[in-house]
């Protein structure tokens, strides 16, 4: 079984530029996760869909990060302008069911913003 | 007072050693708990569910106590191979929120 797809594996940008992240989930799985994970930190949930609806957007800073999940399938992760603040690892994690589910990573995009 | 907190570690201990950790979390209507563990520079994974009862798999068991709100973690006979960064996990079935702690990492030594 395919395991959560996501590119790119690495993107270096400069401050006030813009970026996207794509996640492609386990086959079947209706909850998508987006987590962002600071170095020496644990990783923060950005925004949980289930299918295409967002349930928990609560820690997502809007002003600058959107997100979409169009069709229930795959998502996008956007940044815009980006911060140095920003420079984490953007995990992406799907599971069968809603919270309470075994989550599934994939292997995440390292962002550097100069 | 963070909703998930964890032993910070590092704990360093040698191969053969037995090694506890602690999780606590805040919001008792939280209903189900997991350990995950993540290597260096790669993505978390399931290590164990946590049930009521407790739950053994192998050489690690995982204990859930309700009443004082806390989740453990015990390793025997370490391996080297358990040298990692251990996150605990906390999620609201009803409320669709997950929440990751900030992780401990074990160093496990020859």
């Known amino acids: 079984e395919a395991g959560v797809a996501q590119s790119p594996r690495y993107k270096i940008i400069e401050k006030r530029q813009s970026v996207a992240f794509w996640c492609n989930p386990i086959s079947g799985h209706a909850t998508l996760y987006w987590y962002q994970q600071i170095l020496g930190q644990g990783p923060k949930l950005l925004i949980q869909f289930q299918n295409n609806g967002v349930v928990d957007d609560s820690q997502l800073p809007k002003d600058r990060f959107s997100a979409e999940r169009l069709k229930g399938v795959d998502s996008t992760l956007k940044i815009q302008p980006a911060k140095l603040e920003d420079s984490a690892v953007y995990l992406c994690?799907?599971?069968?069911?809603?919270?309470?589910?075994?989550?599934?990573f994939g292997p995440g995009t390292r962002l550097t913003v100069t | 007072r963070k909703e998930v907190e964890q032993d910070p570690g590092p704990f360093n201990v040698p191969e053969g050693a037995t090694v506890a950790f602690n999780c606590t979390y805040s919001?008792?209507?939280?209903?189900?708990f997991f350990w995950y563990r993540q290597d260096c520079r790669k993505e978390p994974k399931l290590l164990m569910s946590v049930y009521s009862s407790g739950n053994e798999d192998g050489r690690f068991t995982a204990q859930l106590n309700r009443a004082s709100q806390y989740i453990s973690l015990l390793i025997r006979d370490s391996k080297l191979s358990d040298s990692a960064t251990y996150l605990c996990?906390?999620?609201?079935?009803?409320?669709?929120?997950?929440?990751f702690g900030a992780g401990t990492r074990l160093f496990v030594k020859a």
């Open positions: 994690a799907s599971s069968f069911r809603t919270s309470g589910s075994v989550q599934y």
């Open positions: 919001n008792s209507a939280s209903q189900s």
């Open positions: 996990v906390v999620a609201h079935t009803g409320g669709f929120k997950t929440i």
